[in-house]
C-alpha cells in the first residue's frame, strides 16, 4: 500500500528556519502532483504549496511567498517544504499529499495522504 511520510517538523522560534520532507513508498513522484497542507487549531484545511510532477510548476498561498519553497528530489523519492522567516501563525500540522497528473489546489482531489508533521512557531 502506497505510504507518505512526513518529517522535519517541531518547534521553532519566529524568524527561524525549518525544512519538511515527505517521502513516498514507491516512485511515484514522476507522476504525481504534489501538495503541502496546513491546519491550525480552529481553522480549516488550506494549501500551502504544490508542485507539479516535473517540478516545473510551483504554486504557494500568498502568505508564503517569498518564504517558503517546495523543491523535489526524484532520486529519494522526497517532496521538501523550505520554511523561512517563520512566523507563529505559521503554526499547523502540516500534510503532504499526492494525485495523479497535475496537482490541484483543492485538498479532495488528492489521493494519498500522510499522517502529518507538527510545526509550531514561539514568538
Known amino acids: 500500500q502506497r505510504q507518505l511520510v512526513e518529517s522535519g517538523g517541531g518547534l521553532v522560534q519566529a524568524g527561524g528556519s525549518l525544512r519538511l520532507s515527505c517521502a513516498a513508498s514507491?516512485?511515484?513522484?514522476?507522476?504525481?502532483?504534489t501538495g503541502w497542507f496546513r491546519r491550525a487549531p480552529g481553522k480549516e484545511r488550506e494549501l500551502v504549496a504544490n508542485?507539479?510532477?516535473?517540478?516545473?510548476?510551483?504554486y504557494y498561498t500568498e502568505s508564503v511567498k517569498g518564504r517558503f519553497t517546495i523543491s523535489r528530489d526524484i532520486a529519494k523519492n522526497t517532496v521538501y517544504l523550505h520554511m523561512n522567516s517563520l512566523k507563529p501563525e505559521d503554526t499547523a500540522v502540516y500534510y503532504c499529499?499526492?494525485?495523479?497528473?497535475?496537482?490541484?489546489?483543492?485538498?479532495?482531489?488528492?489521493?494519498?495522504w500522510g499522517p502529518g508533521t507538527q510545526v509550531t512557531v514561539s514568538s
Open positions: 514507491d516512485p511515484i513522484f514522476s507522476t504525481h502532483g
Open positions: 499529499a499526492m494525485r495523479r497528473g497535475e496537482p490541484s489546489r483543492v485538498g479532495r482531489d488528492y489521493d494519498y
Open positions: 508542485i507539479n510532477w516535473n517540478g516545473a510548476r510551483t
